[in-house]
């Protein structure tokens, strides 16, 4: 499915560079544009980068008011179209090479050039480079293949370690890649020579030939559907994470992986030409940050089949990146507003295709592979309506305007003291699949988030790690997307606290809201000075920001039991609340015990002895949502 969506989205970009490139030509990024005199010495090293925009993400002030950051910009490298590069990881140079190693001969090392290395790479580099191009330019004689072979034959990296063109690029020389021009006019390349492409075609031909007669093996494309040359090795893809060198989506390197007694890649019968149509595709993806963002050890690509499918890309993003784009994330806050009540919207005004055939799809590397871990195909318009779902199901009370990001996810999946934890590519597979295809989410994502609630401790001045919106949103979504996908139910986790809610799970953990709260106050009355407010003196009961505050609470002694077996903890607990009570005045005292009493009618006699994994999610829910009112000042008289 990949592969041919590939092959359809190379198709669509047919006219568009670098995507595609003539046959035998590869796109290659270059950082620096090395000038040729007429004699094959240098003239100079131009900067060939091209400028480029990055918009910044506003920042939030400690006042919680928002400053615009200005716009940065930044070099990067240009692509122009090379022969096919070499994809040996052993030493083996190309025509019209690239690499400053096999160019020049010379090492960078700490702020000077020489040829020595402990393996000899600089030398065997550089006389590979040698070799190949003098025999392949041998007979040209044009003004710059001229220059070039001149170029190759009279430079000698030992004399050239003071060179003041190289020198000049500093630490850039090791990681940029070259190209070359004349002096004179910049426009002449070795590349782009009329002799230079005729020869090349012409050994692209010879070679074609050669192959058909010796080795060719012909099937039906699964891709293409014609009889034709089936690829024997399909080309690598510099995938982000993968070798430096590149990784393979097709191959068979084992004897173990073939069948039928064909070897390598003619087992997949995928054709010369479709192979060369998704790897240009593939590449041209993966090397445009528009197309991909990495999350943990996963990268997700995606891309619509649409001749320019930058809006839509960026508008997907925004659900990904942890750097979202603000322009974006305005007309995407107007698109959720109205999906979430239900009102249609007008793609087309923002420049959207709404029945563009959008693909998201999950991939890892692993060696020199690359593993696929799932693939999503829906309309765009579709695709919007199931996140805007998604992030309906994450809302909590408070919270319905901001975007849960699956980056977001992803962070409070963790331990915050951990610095190397990752969330394993199964499980963010199936949280991106479920948020995607509108289905239920995992039961590996509900018990994670409940560990994490169960384990982790606020610290001072992080007073949001053990319970936050995030969490609270992921444990909602999981109850109610369960009741509503597998048993036809509606909403049953509500995004406030729900007084009617009878299960006794909820209930519980309303009630160790009230008992900690209890003991908050009881605390904070014996140990406030003259000029505090008693809970006589204000609406409701209130927990400041009081220095007098408990250190440790039953939430940090106790929540993973009560959370988890209810019998074995409360009692005890409302045996110890009713001595908290005893020194509260009056008005306290009438008002909790109130509470207390509306909570526990609906438990029943006697405490649930265990809870399930969803029930304790309830319980968790019914704490945050009991302590949001109980820590929420009340503007009635």
Not at 280 to 289: I, K, M
Not at 383 to 397: G, P, V
Not at 533 to 539: G, I, L, N, S
Not at 601 to 630: A, D, K, M
Request: glycine share 4%.
């Amino acid at each position: 499915m990949l592969i041919k969506a590939l092959c359809d989205y190379y198709d669509y970009q047919a006219d568009k560079a670098p995507c595609t490139m003539p046959n035998g030509y590869a796109a290659q990024s270059v950082s620096y544009q090395v000038l040729l005199t007429e004699n094959g010495e240098i003239a100079a090293i131009n900067d060939y980068r091209k400028t480029i925009t990055i918009q910044q993400k506003p920042k939030k002030n400690k006042d919680g008011s928002i400053t615009e950051l200005p716009d940065k910009t930044k070099k990067v490298p240009q692509e122009i179209a090379l022969p096919e590069r070499s994809q040996k990881t052993a030493i083996c140079s190309n025509i019209i090479e690239h690499r400053p190693l096999y160019l020049f001969g010379l090492n960078y090392v700490n702020g000077t050039l020489t040829p020595a290395d402990e393996k000899d790479k600089a030398k065997k580099s550089h006389t590979a480079f040698v070799e190949q191009n003098l025999a392949f330019f041998e007979d040209l004689d044009t003004p710059i293949c001229t220059a070039y072979k001149k170029f190759i034959e009279n430079w000698n990296p030992e004399q050239e370690t003071e060179n003041p063109h190289l020198l000049g690029l500093g630490k850039e020389y090791t990681n940029s890649y070259f190209c070359f021009a004349l002096a004179n006019d910049i426009s002449k390349s070795p590349q782009d020579d009329p002799a230079f492409q005729k020869k090349y075609q012409k050994q692209l031909s010879d070679k074609e030939a050669q192959s058909k007669s010796e080795n060719t093996i012909t099937a039906v494309c699964p891709i293409l559907g014609k009889e034709l040359s089936t690829a024997r090795i399909h080309d690598k893809i510099k995938f982000p994470g993968g070798n430096s060198s590149g990784c393979v989506f097709v191959g068979m390197k084992e004897s173990a992986y073939e069948s039928y007694w064909k070897t390598q890649s003619y087992n997949s019968n995928i054709s010369e030409i479709a192979m060369k149509k998704y790897t240009s595709a593939f590449n041209s993806l993966v090397n445009n940050p528009q197309h991909f963002t990495i999350i943990g050890d996963m990268v997700i690509l995606y891309f619509a089949l649409e001749q320019n499918d930058s809006k839509e890309c960026d508008f997907f993003s925004n659900f990904l990146s942890t750097s979202p784009k603000v322009n974006v994330d305005k007309n995407l806050s107007e698109i959720m507003a109205k999906l979430r009540t239900g009102v249609s919207v007008d793609y087309a005004a923002l420049g959207l295709h709404e029945h563009a055939d959008f693909y998201i799809v999950g991939l890892t590397p692993n060696s020199s592979r690359i593993c696929q871990k799932f693939i999503i195909r829906n309309s765009f318009g579709k695709l919007m309506e199931h996140i805007a779902q998604h992030q309906i199901d994450l809302s909590t009370a408070g919270s319905e305007e901001r975007f849960i990001r699956f980056s977001n996810i992803t962070k409070e999946l963790i331990s915050p003291k951990s610095t190397k934890d990752r969330v394993s590519p199964p499980l963010l597979t199936e949280i991106i699949r479920a948020a995607l295809n509108g289905s239920a989410y995992p039961t590996e994502l509900l018990s994670t988030i409940i560990r994490r609630v169960k384990t982790d401790h606020n610290e001072e001045g992080k007073h949001y790690i053990k319970f936050n919106a995030t969490r609270i949103g992921i444990i909602k979504a999981c109850i109610n997307r369960q009741f509503r996908i597998r048993k036809n139910q509606k909403e049953v986790i509500k995004m406030s606290l729900d007084v009617n809610e009878t299960n006794p799970a909820y209930r519980c953990g309303r009630l160790f809201a009230v008992l900690e709260k209890i003991q908050q106050d009881s605390y904070k009355r014996n140990h406030t000075d003259s000029n505090s407010k008693t809970f006589a003196e204000t609406d409701t009961p209130q927990l400041d920001s009081a220095p007098n505050k408990l250190n440790t609470t039953i939430v940090d002694s106790y929540f993973a039991s009560a959370c988890s077996r209810p019998a074995a903890v409360f009692p005890k607990l409302v045996a110890l609340s009713n001595h908290h009570l005893k020194k509260l005045d009056d008005r306290a005292i009438t008002y909790y015990k109130n509470l207390l009493g509306e909570i526990i009618s609906e438990i029943g006699t006697t405490f649930p002895t265990t809870l399930s994994l969803e029930n304790q999610g309830r319980f968790i829910l019914g704490y945050y949502q009991q302590n949001q009112v109980l820590y929420t000042k009340n503007a009635a008289k």
